[in-house]
């Protein structure tokens, strides 16, 4: 259910239209076990799509886990990564190719410009920390 209503708000959004609504019934739903369970399900996404296409989705996670996150930015943020994770899609990259991946470019667009502010240098830091231990440290030869 959380999916859906999230979804929804993010499409609703992106289409300039009121979530009041929808937003009353995200706001009682528990956050936290939620965002726990997100982390668990980004892992193996990321080892199949690479560190660099990681690191957006884990700024968004981290983001959504700051508990000054407002429940609006966490929906869109909940529903932007389910979207680019999920199997299901409006347009599955399977079919339509190209246009897949542009419906999932999309939603992380409008959600990385809503919230590209609250990304902090701390965020960053644990981004790093987390692609690190999944990847591997990532050294810069410097000459």
Known sequence: ?????CI??????MAGKDVSRLLRKVKR???KT???RLKETLYPHAL?????ATRPLLQFY????DKKCPTLDKALIYAALVYVISPVDILPRVVYRI????DDSLAMAYV????????TPQINSRVDDTLNEWFGVEYTVVE
């Open 112 to 119: 990385y410009k809503k919230v590209k502010s609250k990304i």
């Open 62 to 65: 981290y983001v959504m886990s």
């Open 48 to 52: 199949k799509v690479g560190r660099a």
């Open 34 to 36: 939620t965002i726990i």
């Open 1 to 5: 259910m959380l999916i859906i209503l």
């Open 8 to 13: 929804l708000i993010l499409a609703y959004k």
């Open 29 to 31: 739903f528990e956050w």
């Open 99 to 102: 246009l897949g991946i542009v």
